[in-house]
């Protein structure tokens, strides 16, 4: 129990002192106080109803609730808690000095003195403070300074937390406070139902701790590998519409992070998460996501990032190229002269820089200009492709032998073979046409929206960045083969983020952030304490694209820059969202990755 106000004043009523106290402490409970001389007619129960309910608490607590006359004879109230330890003598708890007994009362006082956590909020709370949350599920993050959990708050029914700690300080893995500080202003205000999002945040015990919503169950990548039951027991047609719903969600949260200027920067099976419901979200993209932080700084290999991220995170141009942002273009026909019975595909390779069959090339080539995303754009389009994989079931293991078909060799022992969709798009176009050939076979009605989704696809995985379509222009594109072609009329999350408008009326967002208050009151021993919160970020409220519909570092930048080394997608991921700084990093002792040929 979180002994919160309400709680408090509707546990103590004269009932339960009178539970807790002998017959003529009983009767005592109507005398007029010991005093005041006279001058006051209150009574002791009239004292502890209006002044004392939480300090009679404590002393059931420690088993003496009999104090509490003694304790009102010397004009003690709630309001004088927290009594500091040295002081907490003058009580009297017992006949004779027991400095067990003042521990105990030290300690159980900040039970009765929460501070709750509330939407939008960053505590400070003092050493001895009790934060109130309880843990529902711990799980190791990076070492012992770093931890991930899942926690629920008093006064959020339902809602399951994930918890992050952070230590701070000044030695290696720790943040100083400042930069805790800064970080948890930079994200406070992005806030998306299918990103996991700032919730929260509070120092405690040399630790930062954030809450996100919401808490994941499982990612895309062990979905692919093992549908969980209740997916697998939907039925047919709802399971379908789910997945293509998914589907248009990711799209709209990616368009709503590129409209702010953001990018996500590390799109994967692993970082596409969903929760008990079936609630698909991005992973959060901040420098508190520890598991994003392991890619980062750890010095092997990542297989997962290099196989879903985009050519010209891992490959130099051939050739030099302008410093100047690339300027996309959209590539969509209409939908009334969209191919879609064609069931061939070309993956654009045309006026390439990049050469991604010649890696003897980068080590000559000058840095390019790297659009993050326009890389973002790439890697959703291979998450996509193995979601419409998954409704013909031939995702996962299938989807990446296939890939790396090519590399099989005689002779080359156990060397592991590249499956990557960047080095290998030609497999890609012929894993596609085999997609587009299979569903045209199917009954269903979603199936006939599978080729024009194909082709979109085929644009988002073009080699060259600018070539790529712009994340308005594929959820614009998406939208139209959801309601056209599949026959899904009201496909969830649909909004506008700059690019296109459906007549919802133009969504305004506010990207101010609420900057901490380094002023705010906190807890002081032997005074009256208040808790003071900040208001909460823009949150955007959008339809569940769960099952339960019944329906089926720092932020990434635009200007970040390459760096002279290959390195992972995650370079630079972790850019201040409010000083966007562009710096070349290279990772050390960073090898390039040996494939079969």
């Known amino acids: 129990m979180w002994w919160d106000a309400d709680t408090v004043d509707k546990t103590v009523t004269r009932q339960f002192v009178c539970s807790h106290l002998l017959p003529g402490e009983i009767e005592r409970l109507d005398q007029p106080l010991g005093f005041g001389d006279g001058l006051t007619d209150g009574t002791y129960w009239e004292w502890i109803e209006e002044k004392a309910k939480k300090i009679f608490l404590i002393l ?24 500091a330890l040295d002081q907490v003598e003058r009580l009297a708890l017992t006949v004779s000095r027991d400095e067990r007994s003042e521990k105990r009362f030290y300690y159980r006082q900040f039970y009765y003195l929460l501070r709750p956590l ?31 959990d899942k926690v629920v708050l008093p006064g959020e029914p339902g809602k399951v937390f994930c918890r992050r700690r952070i230590l701070l300080g000044s030695g290696p893995g720790s943040l100083s406070y400042e930069d805790f500080q800064f970080e948890v202003n930079s994200i406070r205000n992005i806030q998306n139902d299918h990103l996991v999002s700032y919730w929260a945040s509070y120092t405690h015990q040399g630790y930062g701790y954030v ?19 209740a997916v697998k027991n939907m039925e047919k047609v709802a399971r379908r519409r789910m997945v293509l719903n998914w589907i248009h969600c990711l799209v709209d949260t990616l368009c709503y992070i590129h409209n702010r200027g953001l990018s996500h920067g590390h799109i994967t099976p692993s970082t596409v998460v969903f929760n008990n419901v079936q609630h698909i979200s991005f992973a959060d993209f901040t420098r508190f996501n520890t598991e994003l932080m392991a890619v980062v700084d750890k010095t092997s290999f990542d297989k997962e990032s290099y196989d879903y991220a985009a050519p010209e995170q891992w490959f130099k141009p051939t050739s030099a190229v302008p410093t100047s942002p690339i300027q996309r273009k959209s590539t969509f026909p209409s939908a009334s ?32 200009h790297l659009n993050p995303q326009a890389a973002d754009i790439f890697s959703l389009g291979c998450v996509i492709l193995e979601l419409l994989s998954f409704l013909l079931k031939k995702h996962g293991r299938p989807f990446a032998t296939h890939r790396a078909a090519k590399h099989k060799s005689a002779g080359r022992g156990g060397a592991v073979l590249d499956s990557s969709f960047h080095k290998n798009l030609t497999q890609v176009e012929s894993w596609m046409t085999q997609l587009a050939k299979d569903a045209s076979k199917k009954d269903d009605a979603i199936f006939r929206g599978f080729a024009p989704m194909l082709h979109l696809v085929e ?7 600018a070539d790529r379509p712009a994340a308005h222009d594929v959820q614009k594109r998406m939208y139209q083969v959801l309601t056209e072609a599949c026959g899904i ?12 408008d459906f007549g919802l009326g133009r969504l305004k967002l506010k990207t101010q952030p609420t900057v901490l208050n380094d002023n705010a009151e906190t807890m002081s021993i032997a005074t009256k304490r208040s808790s003071g919160s900040t208001s909460p970020g823009l949150y955007h409220r959008r339809t569940n694209s769960g099952n339960s519909s019944g329906s089926g570092g720092r932020m990434g930048s635009v200007a970040t820059a390459v760096p002279r080394e290959p390195t992972s997608p995650l370079s630079g991921v972790f850019e201040p969202l409010q000083s966007i700084r562009s710096r070349d990093k290279v990772r050390p002792g960073w090898q390039s990755p040996v494939y079969a040929a």
């Open 60 to 83: 059931v607590d420690l088993g003496v609730p009999d104090q509490i006359f003694g304790v009102v004879d010397d004009s003690w109230d709630d309001q004088d808690l927290p009594i």
């Open 118 to 148: 509330r939407k939008g909020d960053h505590n400070k709370y003092q050493e001895d403070e009790v934060v109130p949350l309880d843990l529902v599920d711990r799980k190791p993050g990076l070492g012992s300074s770093h931890g991930v």
């Open 211 to 229: 809450l996100f919503t919401k808490a994941s169950d499982y990612s895309l990548k062990s979905f692919l590998n093992t549908t969980p039951a």
């Open 337 to 368: 002269t969209s191919p879609d019975n064609n069931y061939t595909f070309s993956i654009n390779r045309g006026n390439t820089e990049y050469s991604p069959n010649n890696p003897m090339a980068v080590l000559h080539a000058p840095t390019p």
């Open 459 to 465: 644009r988002m995985l073009a080699l060259n960045p």
């Open 489 to 500: 009329r009201e496909p969830h999350c649909v909004h506008e983020y700059g690019g296109w």
